[in-house]
């Protein structure tokens, strides 16, 4: 399962990519805003260290506009993913853009048919969020295993990209079920690395080392 990191925070995203946990970024206009940077400024600089796909959205209402505002994102680097959201209009948009060789993202995907309609109108990665279905106690990793069997009856080449990651847990229950990438806030991917048996086990090991009065250096 790719890695991408749902964040505009290029300190985070620099430091998750020292240690080669980066397989690509999302943003969406809520991050960019938490970021306090401008879009072109900010996403530039986030292409400019991860060669993977980096998710850039549109923010028209319509697909003429989503489409405009998707060249002139594209326009920022290579490896832009232009993020439309799953409305009518932004599936016409996903045909035009995918249409003209480009990576689209379709985005606030909450229901198998919608992922089903992103995948026919050409989408490279679909979206559904994991963590605002469960938000309303609805089963949102059951939408990710819907997604996968409907993906894998039909061949269809639509990366699912589990979305609106909230814990470790999710990670592990998505790369179970074989979501072709994860996108999490950084402090979820680091989460990923704790686990209290590691830290008593550590500070056993650490108090019978003291006993023996050695050192390594
Ligand atoms: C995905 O591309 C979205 O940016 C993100 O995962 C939304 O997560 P949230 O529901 O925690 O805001």
Not at 14 to 29: A, F
Not at 73 to 98: E, F, M, Q, R, Y
Not at 137 to 162: K, S
Not at 172 to 180: F, L, M
């Amino acid at each position: 399962m790719k890695f991408f990191v749902d964040t505009a925070d290029t300190k985070a995203i620099r430091e998750l990519n020292e240690l080669g946990m980066v397989d690509g970024v999302t943003t969406n206009p809520s991050l960019i805003a938490k970021s306090g940077r401008d879009i072109r400024e900010v996403t530039k600089e986030i292409c400019e260290m991860i060669p993977g796909p980096v998710s850039a959205e549109t923010v028209a209402l319509d697909a003429e506009g989503m489409v405009a505002e998707g060249r002139e994102l594209a326009k920022i680097a290579d490896n832009i993913a232009i993020k439309v959201p799953l409305t009518w209009d932004g599936l016409k948009a996903c045909k035009v853009l995918s249409g003209e060789g480009r990576m689209v993202n379709v985005t606030l995907c909450f229901s198998a048919n919608q992922a089903l309609l992103a995948a026919k109108a050409g989408a490279t990665f679909i979206s559904p969020f994991i963590g605002r279905l469960d938000d309303i106690n609805l089963d949102g990793m059951q939408l990710i295993a819907d997604i996968r069997q409907i993906y894998d009856n039909y061949g269809f080449q639509t990366q699912i990209l589990a979305a609106s990651i909230r814990s470790a847990n999710h990670m592990s229950e998505a790369a179970k079920i074989g979501a072709d990438v994860a996108t999490a806030p950084p402090n979820v991917i680091k989460a990923m690395a704790s686990h209290p048996l590691t830290d008593k086990g550590l500070e056993g090991f650490l108090k019978d080392w003291a006993a023996t009065g050695q050192k390594i250096l």
